[in-house]
């Protein structure tokens, strides 16, 4: 190897090394016991003495010189960065703090929370029943007959078949006969979870929605009872007196049975795409527990009375924060969930 060509190659070398890193690796590489300026001392066996004496100096002096430098570069690259340390570990006081980012709590969340500590301090406990749901709970046990359009998986139904045979819940009245045979009469429970639904989505249908199931059995209950509940009810939710009507309806599972409204918060009543631009949003279905529900339950109908009412919990959040289409809760826009 070429003496004159090597210190050029180190000089020029060492002035690119920047961090103790490279440092390390070039001095490996030119002044360990296997470096290149200890190959050099190899090679002068060969050579004339006078010509190994003069060339070994000429070699020392060099590698010293570059060892000297090594040494000095070493010391100055650890006190940068020493340096650098404490200034990275320095709290600056004048600084700005970072924001830290904190997750919200989901709308439907935060009014089904609001919805329970309602009834609860009405008298009413929160229970809960399974998603899964074999047909008779279903639909049986809610006078709900075999051959009942309702219970049709094709284009007459809304009902999601499972391969076992077992249903999606299309409601959580399904849950009412399991509680009239756990809890002895008199009965006042509300029922909140996620049923499903085989519908078209737009604006106000989702294929999957919570619903909010209420019931209480006792021995006098009467329409009167059940539209002073609800009335109640949504007084407080609303913080406000809201306008509702009762509209005669059918239902399999209570008679007599009604549609309750209430007038659109979203337009208060001058029509929006959330009440299909008529100015009234259909809220909850409710009325008397049918008799063979009360009996499906393993009470005497003769001797105990109910009534029942089922609610969107999408359709009220709808309502209270005026949202204008229900698929904005299951699209996972953050910025939507950021304002609640």
């Not at 060492?14 to 490996?28: G, M």
């Not at 190899?42 to 050579?47: M, T």
């Not at 002096?61 to 430098?69: D, G, L, P, T, Y």
Request: proline share 4%; net charge neutral; with cysteine.
């Amino acid at each position: 190897m070429d003496f004159q060509e090597l210190k050029e190659n180190i000089n020029k070398e060492l002035e690119t090394v920047k961090n103790s890193r490279q440092l390390r690796d070039f001095a490996n590489a030119y002044l360990g016991k296997k470096g290149k300026i200890r190959e050099l001392f190899s090679e002068l066996k060969d050579l004339p003495i006078d010509e190994k004496k003069t060339l070994g100096e000429e070699i020392n002096n060099f590698s010293e010189n570059i060892r000297m430098q090594v040494k000095e570069l070493e010391e100055n690259l650890k006190k940068q960065e020493r340096q650098f340390a404490e200034n990275r570990e320095k709290i600056n006081l004048a600084l700005p703090g970072e924001k830290i980012e904190t997750g919200h709590i989901h709308p439907l969340t935060i009014v089904r929370r609001e919805i329970e500590n309602i009834f609860e301090l009405m008298g009413f406990s929160v229970v809960d029943g399974p998603e899964v749901e074999d047909e008779w709970h279903n639909f049986d046990s809610l006078n709900i007959p075999e051959g009942h359009p309702a219970r049709d998986a094709l284009s007459l139904g809304k009902t999601l078949y499972l391969e076992t045979g077992e249903v999606l819940r299309t409601q959580t009245s399904s849950s009412q006969t399991r509680y009239m045979k756990k809890i002895k009469p008199p009965i006042r429970i509300i029922i909140p979870g996620k049923v499903y639904r085989y519908e078209n989505t737009d604006a106000s249908h989702e294929i999957n929605f919570y619903q909010i199931e209420g019931l209480l059995v006792d021995k006098n209950v009467s329409v009167a009872n059940l539209k002073a509940v609800l009335e109640t009810f949504l007084k407080e939710f609303f913080k406000k007196d809201v306008e509702i009507r009762l509209r005669p309806s059918y239902f399999p599972f209570t008679e007599p049975s009604f549609e309750i409204d209430m007038s659109c918060a979203v337009c208060a009543g001058k029509g929006c795409p959330a009440c299909k631009r008529g100015g009234w949003v259909e809220l909850l279905g409710a009325g008397i527990v049918h008799p063979n529900v009360i009996q499906n339950g393993g009470l005497d109908p003769k001797k105990w009375k109910g009534f029942a009412f089922g609610m969107s919990l999408d359709r009220l959040t709808m309502m209270k924060y005026k949202i204008d289409d229900i698929r904005w809760f299951h699209g996972g826009d953050m910025k939507f969930l950021k304002q609640f």
